[in-house]
């Protein structure tokens, strides 16, 4: 069983910054690729910023050059570092991993999702 856990939101001002991170423990083989997702009140989930394991980053246009989605070699974690907070920013963040896990004796890809962690930028 894979789980991701999640730490860093919180309120923060307008112009601040916040940094998220997002753990995988588990049984996994490789992984395919990471993102953060966000969701807002009222609106859809809206992917932010993807990285694959080739290192192909994307963002969605309402973020660039204020998000940078990372991920530290060898490791299970994928970081959002956000600055020039937005309120249109406030929305509850989820990571997601998209991993390849061993169930008996096949391997196969497989998305997990974290709980989600509360993002709130207001004065």
């Known amino acids: 069983q894979v789980q991701l856990m999640e730490s860093g939101g919180g309120l923060v001002q307008p112009g601040g910054s916040l940094r998220l991170s997002c753990e995988a423990a588990?049984?996994?083989?490789?992984?395919?690729?990471l993102g953060w997702y966000r969701q807002a009140p009222g609106k859809q989930l809206e992917e932010v910023a993807t990285?694959?394991?080739?290192?192909?980053?994307n963002y969605a246009d309402s973020v660039k050059g204020r998000f940078t989605i990372g991920r530290a070699i060898g490791t299970k974690t994928v970081t959002l570092q956000m600055d020039s907070l937005k309120p249109d920013d406030t929305a509850v963040y989820s990571c997601?991993?998209?991993?390849?896990?061993?169930?008996?004796?096949?391997?196969?890809?497989?998305?997990?999702w974290g709980q989600g962690i509360e993002v709130t930028v207001s004065s």
């Open positions: 588990g049984n996994i083989f490789s992984i395919i690729g």
């Open positions: 990285i694959s394991s080739s290192g192909s980053i």
């Open positions: 997601n991993i998209r991993a390849v896990v061993k169930e008996g004796s096949q391997y196969r890809a497989r998305d997990y």
